[in-house]
């Protein structure tokens, strides 16, 4: 089936970047939304940011000016590039993607595992 796997989360400096990447593999047929969220301890999961398959972003507040998510269609990977980064984005960073399976007529929402982003002195 559909898979989401997350990758180039790790620790960082205060007003440092990371690059988080998400590709997509299985029997897919389409994507259309894709996401991602964040949990840190004792929180909630929020949303961050998201692209639609036209190329349309919504971001949180609380990111805005500072992150960029993209996408690569040809490639099932969507993006999260993250600068001037702060301690409070300290969580689990999640991919979510709303991906139509081959052969089926409707989609269905799917998560990865997550990956952590760290941001200390």
């Known amino acids: 089936q559909v898979q989401l796997v997350e990758s180039g989360g790790g620790l960082v400096q205060p007003g440092g970047i990371l690059r988080l990447s998400c590709a997509a593999s299985?029997?897919?047929?389409?994507?259309?939304?894709m996401g991602w969220f964040r949990q840190a301890p004792g929180k909630q999961r929020e949303l961050v940011a998201t692209i639609t398959s036209g190329g349309s972003t919504n971001y949180a507040d609380s990111v805005k000016g500072r992150f960029t998510i993209s996408r690569d269609n040809a490639k099932n990977t969507v993006y999260l590039q993250m600068n001037s980064l702060k301690p409070e984005d300290t969580a689990v960073y999640y991919c979510?993607?709303?991906?139509?399976?081959?052969?089926?007529?409707?989609?269905?929402?799917?998560w990865g595992r997550g990956t952590q982003v760290t941001v200390s002195s």
């Open positions: 979510n993607a709303y991906i139509i399976v081959t052969g089926l007529r409707v989609g269905y929402d799917y």
């Open positions: 299985g029997s897919i047929f389409s994507i259309n939304a």
